[in-house]
């Protein structure tokens, strides 16, 4: 089975810098994901890590460490349009689909 | 605009109704999903198609139909349902199940009452 966590909330200052979390148990790996949603919205892809390391992309980055079934998103220079849930979903062995956390929502406060 | 778009964006049915939710992608995919998004809880993949074949289904109560007539089109056929039935229902595509990135539709905001 697999088992993703990421916390449910947080909050952070426009112009600031957060780094939301993720933890994962699977059988297998290929690949975590970052996801952006809105609210009513649909999410939209940010960031693909399949090897150890940052990937870096604009204001935002993500990291993975596989052996600590671990990665983080960080958001820098915040704008209040940064406020969104952001998803973290893991990809197992083969073509097996994403399994999806539950989401952290962000709120970014003035 | 992802170039995924889903119909109709709000739904309410009664117990007994029969509709259906509709999604086209013009992205020239050959993979769709759907998904459901309930309330605190994790986006859940329901079907997935592959070149109009269905690959997955996850243990899907049967008052939830899919059909996939070509790779630019899915429905998701819905008849009898419960009212813990009542979601976000998100259709995705991807170039094909291999691939890493998902475009996401706007979703169907259902409600059973």
């Known amino acids: 089975g697999q088992n993703i966590d990421q916390p449910t909330e947080m909050t952070a200052t426009e112009g600031a810098i957060v780094q939301i979390n993720c933890t994962y148990q699977t059988s297998g790996f290929n690949g975590l994901f970052w996801y952006q949603q809105h609210a009513g919205e649909a999410p939209t892809f940010l960031s693909y890590?399949?090897?150890?390391g940052l990937e870096e992309k604009g204001r935002f980055s993500s990291f993975l460490s596989r052996s600590k079934g671990y990665s983080y998103l960080l958001l820098k220079e915040l704008q209040m349009k940064d406020s969104a849930s952001y998803l973290c979903?893991?990809?197992?062995?083969?073509?097996?689909?994403?399994?999806f956390g539950k989401g952290t929502r962000l709120s970014v406060i003035a | 605009e992802t170039g995924v778009t889903q119909t109709p964006r709000h739904l309410v049915m009664g117990m007994t109704n029969k509709k259906s939710l509709k999604c086209e992608q013009h992205?020239?995919?050959?993979?769709m999903y759907w998904y459901k998004q309930s309330a605190k809880k994790p986006l859940e993949l329901m079907f997935v198609?592959?070149?109009?074949?269905?690959?997955e289904n996850n243990s899907v109560p049967s008052r939830f139909s899919p059909e996939c007539p070509n790779s630019s089109h899915l429905f998701l056929h819905l008849h009898t349902l419960q009212p813990e039935d009542s979601a976000l229902y998100l259709c995705a595509s991807s170039q094909d199940t291999s691939r890493n990135e998902q475009y996401f539709g706007p979703g169907t905001r259902l409600t059973v009452t």
């Open positions: 890590n399949v090897l150890d």
């Open positions: 979903a893991v990809r197992g062995l083969g073509n097996t689909p994403l399994v």
């Open positions: 992205l020239g995919h050959n993979a």
């Open positions: 198609y592959s070149l109009e074949e269905r690959v």
